[in-house]
């Protein structure tokens, strides 16, 4: 049987992703019911961390522990990883030893490379050009809140960074309009958004964007490893906060979604995490159960 990796939402049809989100509430209920529930007993979860993180690492090893299994914190300076040893070599070396291998890193090809050479599924926990994992709980917050996403109208405000990549594959994934307000020299991929066509827009006026908008999301203006561009990045995105009067215009239904962390008072306003429209700690708990549906998909 050939192995079933997940680099980017591409690596997944419609229907899969689809089963995957409906599989992530269903996870979520016998949560909350503290139900026993252990697919995975004794299958085993490497974690590949080159770049830190909270959700994403706690999400990962409180799911492997709920579904039965376990999983094994690896950073660079627990392995040869970070002394130079190949990546396809770890590959190798670490397909024989677990059931499945989720890696956080910098350049994309990375964990391309890992995945060519791994014999387990490999899943991508975000790269400097994609975090497939965000989308699947970004898509679950908004089907548990409004619905199905399908046909709706996203508006994404900011840098044209991995997460707005992934927010174009999960625009033809799931079916909805992407307009993305961000400044010129900023926007994303640009394969990406040729191969999109007309379902994505690129829209200057942040209002213009978000005008109508069934969901409203952002990231952080300057990411991890852009700490230098910051000043720059400050006054390029002075214009592409989002705040509880950009909703006003959204649709009246319209949810707010961040991947976090968030730096309020700058590309959210300090109030609209709590805004009630924001579903923001929602969407970061389902993280947990999302991936745990992933984690059954692929392992089992």
Same mark, same amino acid.
């Given at each position: 049987? =050939? @192995?079933?990796?997940?680099?980017?939402?591409?690596?997944?049809? /419609? %229907?899969?992703?689809?089963?995957?989100?409906?599989?992530?509430?269903?996870?979520?209920?016998?949560?909350?019911?503290? =139900?026993?529930?252990?697919?995975?007993?004794? #299958?085993?979860?490497?974690?590949?961390?080159? !770049? /830190?993180?909270?959700?994403?690492?706690?999400?990962?090893?409180?799911?492997? =522990?709920?579904? &039965?299994?376990?999983?094994?914190?690896? /950073?660079?300076? %627990?392995?040869?990883? &970070?002394?130079?040893?190949?990546?396809?070599?770890?590959? #190798?070396?670490?397909?024989?030893? @677990?059931?499945? @291998?989720?890696?956080?890193?910098?350049?994309?090809?990375?964990?391309? *490379?890992?995945?060519?050479? /791994?014999?387990?599924?490999?899943?991508?926990?975000? =790269?400097?050009?994609?975090?497939?994992?965000?989308?699947?709980?970004?898509?679950?917050?908004?089907?548990?809140?409004? &619905?199905?996403?399908?046909?709706? *109208?996203?508006?994404?405000?900011?840098?044209?960074?991995?997460?707005?990549?992934?927010?174009?594959?999960?625009?033809?994934?799931?079916?909805?309009?992407?307009?993305?307000?961000?400044?010129?020299?900023?926007?994303?991929?640009?394969?990406?958004?040729?191969?999109?066509?007309? #379902?994505?827009?690129?829209?200057?006026?942040?209002?213009?964007?978000?005008?109508?908008?069934?969901?409203?999301?952002? %990231?952080?203006?300057?990411?991890? &490893?852009?700490?230098?561009?910051?000043?720059?990045?400050?006054?390029?995105?002075?214009?592409?906060?989002?705040?509880? !009067?950009?909703? %006003?215009?959204?649709?009246?239904?319209?949810?707010?979604?961040?991947?976090?962390?968030?730096? #309020?008072?700058?590309?959210?306003?300090?109030?609209?995490?709590?805004?009630?429209?924001? @579903?923001?700690?929602?969407?970061?708990?389902?993280?947990?159960?999302?991936?745990?549906?992933?984690?059954?998909?692929?392992?089992?």
């Amino acid at each position: 049987m =050939t @192995v079933r990796h997940f680099l980017t939402l591409n690596d997944l049809t /419609s %229907d899969e992703a689809l089963k995957i989100i409906n599989r992530a509430a269903e996870l979520k209920a016998l949560h909350k019911a503290r =139900t026993v529930h252990e697919p995975l007993k004794n #299958r085993v979860l490497g974690m590949i961390f080159e !770049k /830190s993180s909270t959700r994403t690492r706690v999400s990962f090893e409180a799911g492997m =522990t709920q579904l &039965g299994g376990s999983a094994i914190f690896l /950073s660079p300076r %627990d392995t040869q990883l &970070g002394r130079g040893e190949p990546i396809e070599d770890s590959a #190798r070396v670490l397909s024989q030893m @677990v059931d499945a @291998v989720m890696i956080r890193t910098f350049e994309h090809h990375k964990i391309q *490379t890992f995945a060519d050479y /791994s014999t387990v599924p490999v899943i991508n926990a975000l =790269t400097d050009d994609y975090h497939p994992c965000q989308l699947l709980a970004d898509v679950q917050a908004y089907t548990e809140a409004r &619905g199905s996403i399908q046909g709706k *109208t996203v508006t994404w405000v900011g840098d044209g960074n991995n997460m707005c990549n992934s927010y174009i594959n999960a625009a033809k994934l799931f079916d909805f309009q992407l307009n993305i307000a961000c400044p010129e020299g900023y926007e994303p991929m640009s394969e990406l958004l040729e191969s999109a066509g007309d #379902r994505v827009h690129i829209i200057r006026s942040v209002e213009e964007a978000t005008a109508g908008a069934h969901l409203v999301t952002t %990231d952080v203006w300057a990411s991890m &490893g852009q700490e230098e561009e910051a000043k720059a990045r400050m006054a390029a995105f002075r214009d592409y906060q989002v705040s509880p !009067k950009l909703m %006003d215009i959204a649709d009246k239904d319209a949810v707010f979604l961040h991947c976090l962390p968030a730096h #309020r008072g700058e590309e959210v306003s300090e109030d609209m995490l709590d805004d009630p429209r924001s @579903v923001v700690f929602e969407q970061a708990g389902n993280r947990l159960h999302a991936q745990k549906a992933l984690l059954e998909f692929l392992i089992r």
